[in-house]
């Protein structure tokens, strides 16, 4: 099992430029999440999809949006990329409640960004 | 929304010598509650987890921690340190298993 897999490892763009970030899990979980981290922030939650077809806001989702494509993958997009959003972003997923697992989070390796 | 607080933003400790992280939380309802580590350019790696049941929590890398009800605590701790600890360590809070929440890390540099 290759576990969480993200999209470029790098990304350098330009303000106003689009781009979409890609992360597929091949755990059969239920659960994903997109996350940005940040120095002394920790991890902040943008998005995450409960299941196939479900997307919910969290913690910081203005300038971001999701797709969930399927079961495997959750894609993220930024519209018009500002250098506010330079940072390391973390795709995740988990098991449902009621699973061995449950609630632990598999985290990917994550998606360098600059924004100049 | 919950809040976690982790009082010590860098840790530096001797190699062999006993380590304390702290972590403290906000919540008046049950929560689940995390610690993971993340080596340098990596993702992050769970170290351990508490869910219910006995409240001291023994994870990998022999790190173990203290689930603490009534001062809201969750400080993971270990006996012994080594050289391959140094990392950042994070404590998580959950309140359905579907939303964490992340303290701000803290950085464990372990000395020779």
């Known amino acids: 099992n290759a576990g969480v897999t993200q999209t470029p490892k790098f990304q350098v763009l330009k303000t106003g430029q689009s781009m979409t970030l890609q992360c597929a899990q091949d755990m059969n979980h239920n659960s994903m999440y997109w996350y940005r981290q940040d120095p002394g922030m920790g991890l902040r939650l943008i998005y995450y999809?409960?299941?196939?077809?479900?997307?919910d806001k969290g913690e910081v989702p203005n300038g971001y949006n999701v797709s969930r494509l399927n079961k495997r993958e959750f894609s993220l997009r930024l519209e018009s990329a500002a250098p506010s959003q330079t940072s390391v972003y973390f795709c995740?997923?988990?098991?449902?409640?009621?699973?061995?697992?449950?609630?632990?989070?598999?985290f990917g390796p994550g998606t360098r960004l600059t924004v100049l | 929304a919950q809040s976690v607080t982790q009082l010590d933003s860098q840790v530096p400790v001797f190699e062999e010598a006993p380590v304390e992280l702290r972590c403290n939380y906000s919540?008046?309802?049950?929560?689940?509650l995390f610690w993971y580590v993340q080596y340098p350019n990596q993702g992050l790696q769970l170290l351990l987890k508490?869910?219910?049941?006995?409240?001291l929590v023994k994870g990998i890398n022999g790190f173990e921690a203290e689930f603490n009800k009534s001062q809201t605590s969750f400080h993971l701790r270990k006996p012994s340190v080594h050289i391959s600890d140094t990392a950042e360590y994070f404590c998580?809070?959950?309140?359905?298993?579907?939303?964490?929440?992340f303290g701000t890390g803290t950085s464990l540099t372990v000395i020779p």
């Open positions: 919540s008046s309802v049950s929560v689940y």
């Open positions: 995740a997923s988990s098991e449902p409640t009621g699973t061995p697992r449950r609630n632990e989070q598999f």
């Open positions: 508490y869910l219910s049941g006995s409240t």
């Open positions: 999809s409960a299941s196939e077809g479900t997307t």
């Open positions: 998580a809070v959950s309140l359905t298993g579907n939303q964490f929440y």
